[in-house]
């Protein structure tokens, strides 16, 4: 009893000195009590969940806390992380794993007859992000915590996150994804003290006395306020933050006058909902840019609160400004948050009284960009009225950072105006992002080998040219603690007792597996460790769309964001051309396969949302037909997240990577397939380029034109199509039935047939199929030999350790922050 008082006080004594399963269970227990007013047999699973985040918070907190008073102490360099999008995935058994809590919690919870992973299922997972971009900025946070650097995320509370996805006759509907329903989040902190202000419209007025001052008025002010979610290292007691900022307005003060209306407050109140709907949604294009007005205010709201709290934090610990490169840095996560270049300029000088010169030296060294997209329709160009508009003490900022800059060009390039003009930041009638953000910052990066050199050589030469020593290539990574240590422990497990526990402090010792490729007991072990993770994955299946499938079966997953680039829809064509096998010759040997897909399609991507239709026509067909006799299966998981990767990746065999070559940055799902054992089938681009120099020849199944042919035959007007339509009789089936009623939707499909052929196959699709279907017969045919396929799995493990995000943020670390810290895995290096 002496001990329970203890437990429950608000002295922090407890999370020192609990030592055993017995502390917890009843710290637990007395958190319910607390937090509910109820005892633990009247409490809801979600209620439990709810008091044992709570209590692991507590655990968080201290370490918060102790965290930065340390870093203050050291006066280390600090890392703001920007970004509109975070996808953190489910916080409860991440932060278990890191604090070193995982076994005194499930046992604990035993004691009481409760299951760990159903409490575990009650967390909401965040979808404040679309897809690659948004779960990197998380794998980075992971991977800054984990390795002891003071790195920390800024990013958008939006209070609604990506939208639902259902899926209801082939067609996808989105409803809101209220996330935040019971009004907050359980593990952020609200921090009202830190609120900041930022400014929007109204106008600039100038005055000269001596030097020239600029006077903002009529705005429309707006409060941000910061909530922390505490983002805990790999047990090395270090808690980071990651911050997100929410719009609020504070109607304390504003007198409600009646209208005629007789309305009185009604309408302050109105307005306080209108304004904050600022931070209200995420915009849901991937790799899309959408030009919104309410996007760019988003984007200001972010980097300008983001920028002041930063600056702030600065001069209260004394530090003299032109110091700030030395003691932060400042990345921006795609040129999303691009305007953080013209609000530290603005800071500078407005707030902080510095001149031009300076104040551009400062930024400069301070900021650094990532670039993750070629993709034309991804560029970011805001009109210049809506700009100005919206932020015009910034568009001035940039006019003369523009100024400059041309000037710069000028005397560089004497008389070439066309050059000028394609690298201007303003120009037809547009402000352009990305190069506002690589005029602005001193290191510029693309996240694979191959999209770096399509940056230096084509996206972006004229800038290349002009400062070669910005640009770099970091190729992306992804936290192996989530992808492999949470989402497959029975393989971590493995892999522990094989070569110990090395490589989770340092995932190059994945090496070490090859020694093992020839182990006949290891090679067993781990073809039962995807037996298991397949047949979760088939209950999963089976519990949700009542779909049979067979976990001897080949399976192969396609899931990510619904893009023509992406390719699913040629996924389907093969799947069409081996039904078309099985429909030609009832008893055709083909290996028994299951394919998944999921993802989401943008609700204004129109083909898109067509392709999961087709998928879904496609599954209705095979999945019933008795000729198929279950020898394939195709399925659709709906909404598609963090959680759901988490399931889907260690329980397939294939991973499907078929992007048009040079459109895919880099690919991250990639990765995690790798680092579960799942064999690739790819396309030269990305990171599959890479993985195929790491694993070789013998254990991922590459096709398809290469990036370099790709570009060359859009230099020369592209292809035929109905060339391959006329040569190639298997290609003329599928395209034929897209249309001919052989779904029982004869019009449905006619955008991807003319997309196909009559609009000159943009993604080269046909010109692809052939050598995509061999190599998928040929992968098939490898799959059913055990013994060798158990040695592909073996050799992507083990060479998935540069794939860790731990060597991709260390990197960073080194070339693009200039931490004076070297994390592990560099220091041998
Ligand atoms: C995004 O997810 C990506 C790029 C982009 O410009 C915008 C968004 Cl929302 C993706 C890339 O498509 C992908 O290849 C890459 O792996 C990922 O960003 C992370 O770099």
């Not at 970011?380 to 100005?388: N, T, V």
């Not at 497990?493 to 007991?521: K, M, T, V, Y």
């Not at 859009?714 to 039935?737: A, C, F, S």
């Not at 199929?769 to 059913?784: P, R």
């Amino acid at each position: 009893m002496q001990r329970e008082s203890q437990i429950t006080g608000t002295n922090f004594d407890f999370v020192d000195a609990m030592s055993g399963e017995e502390d917890f269970a009843i710290a637990f227990t007395a958190n319910v009590m607390k937090l509910h007013g109820k005892s633990l047999d009247s409490a809801s699973n979600r209620e439990k969940y709810l008091a044992l985040a709570d209590l692991v918070r507590t655990f968080l907190s201290k370490r918060l806390a102790d965290t930065e008073a340390a870093y203050r102490q050291e006066q280390k360099k600090q890392v703001y992380y920007l970004s509109l999008e975070f996808l953190p995935g489910r916080l409860l058994a991440a932060n278990l794993l890191n604090l070193g809590l995982q076994q005194v919690c499930e046992q604990g919870l035993r004691r009481l007859n409760i299951n760990l992973a159903e409490l575990i299922d009650q967390e909401e997972d965040p979808a404040l992000g679309n897809g690659g971009l948004g779960r990197l900025a998380a794998c980075y946070l992971d991977s800054m915590a984990s390795l002891g650097l003071a790195g920390h995320g800024c990013g958008i509370r939006y209070r609604y996150g990506l939208f639902e996805q259902r899926v209801t006759d082939g067609y996808q509907r989105e409803f809101p994804d209220n996330w935040l329903k019971e009004g907050r989040n359980e593990w952020e902190y609200r921090r009202p003290e830190e609120t900041m202000n930022v400014r929007f419209g109204g106008r600039v007025r100038t005055i000269a006395n001596g030097k020239l001052h600029f006077i903002h008025e009529n705005y429309q002010q707006i409060s941000a306020v910061p909530y922390d979610i505490p983002i805990a290292g790999y047990q090395n007691e270090i808690v980071n933050t990651l911050r997100l900022w929410s719009a609020e307005v504070d109607v304390t003060y504003q007198a409600c006058t009646f209208d005629r209306h007789g309305k009185g407050c009604i309408n302050v109140i109105a307005d306080k909902h209108a304004t904050e709907s600022l931070t209200d949604t995420l915009y849901p294009d991937d790799s899309v840019y959408e030009g919104k007005l309410l996007r760019l205010k988003q984007q200001y709201f972010l980097v300008s609160a983001s920028l002041q709290s930063i600056l702030r934090k600065h001069v209260v610990n004394k530090a003299d400004l032109r110091l700030l490169p030395e003691k932060l840095s400042i990345h921006i996560n795609d040129t999303h948050p691009s305007l953080a270049v013209a609000e530290l300029m603005r800071l500078l000088l407005d707030e902080y009284g510095l001149g031009w010169a300076e104040s551009w030296d400062i930024t400069t060294r301070t900021i650094s960009y990532t670039n993750h997209t070629v993709l034309p329709e991804a560029l970011e160009k805001w009109p210049i009225d809506l700009f100005q508009t919206l932020l015009p003490r910034i568009y001035m900022i940039v006019q003369e950072i523009n100024e400059r800059f041309c000037r710069e060009l000028w005397d560089m390039y004497p008389g070439d105006w066309q050059k000028i003009k394609a690298m201007a930041i303003i120009a037809d009638g547009t402000v352009h992002m990305a190069a506002l953000a690589i005029a602005g910052s001193h290191r510029v990066n693309g996240v694979s080998a191959i999209h770096t050199q399509i940056l230096k050589q084509k996206t972006m030469s004229d800038f290349y040219q002009l400062t070669p020593q910005k640009f770099l290539n970091i190729t992306n990574g992804v936290t192996h603690r989530r992808w492999m240590l949470l989402a497959n422990p029975d393989l971590a497990q493995l892999i522990c007792e094989a070569i110990g526990d090395r490589w989770i402090a340092n995932p190059d010792e994945l090496q070490h597996l090859l020694n093992f490729a020839h182990d006949n007991s290891f090679c067993c072990a781990m073809a039962k460790v995807k037996f298991a993770n397949k047949l979760r994955l088939a209950k999963y299946i089976q519990a949700k769309y009542g779909i049979a499938i067979d976990t001897c079966s080949l399976i192969d997953s396609h899931i990510k964001r619904i893009h023509a680039y992406k390719r699913q829809s040629m996924n389907v064509l093969h799947i069409m051309d081996l039904y078309n096998r099985i429909l030609d010759n009832p008893h055709a040997d083909i290996v028994p396969r299951t394919f998944i897909f999921a993802g989401k399609a943008a609700p204004g991507y129109y083909k898109a949302k067509q392709t999961i239709k087709l998928i879904h026509a496609l599954a209705e067909k095979i999945n019933h037909d008795p000729l198929v006799k279950n020898r394939i299966k195709v399925v659709f998981l709906q909404n598609y997240n963090v959680s759901h990767a988490e399931l889907i990746i260690p329980g397939s065999d294939v991973s499907e990577q078929i992007p048009t070559a040079s459109m895919e940055a880099c690919g991250t799902g990639n990765m995690k397939f790798m680092m579960n054992g799942a064999v690739t089938i790819g396309t030269l681009d990305g990171a599959n380029i890479a993985i195929w120099e790491a694993v070789g020849d013998d254990n991922i199944f590459t096709f398809g034109l290469t990036a370099d042919q790709v570009l060359a035959y859009y230099r020369n007007g592209g292809y035929n199509p109905w060339d391959i339509y006329h040569q190639d009789l298997r290609v003329k089936t599928v395209m034929e039935q897209l249309v001919n009623g052989f779904f029982p939707y004869p019009e449905e499909f006619r955008a991807h047939y003319d997309a196909f052929l009559n609009q000159g196959d943009h993604y080269f699709v046909l010109k692809d199929f052939a050598q995509y279907v061999e190599v998928q017969n040929k992968l098939a045919n490898e799959f059913i030999n055990t013994e060798l396929w158990q040695k592909k799995c073996i050799a992507n493990v083990a060479h998935s350790g540069i794939f860790a995000g731990d060597r991709a943020f260390a990197e960073y670390a080194l070339s693009v922050w200039d931490l004076a810290e070297r994390p592990p895995c560099l220091r041998q290096h």
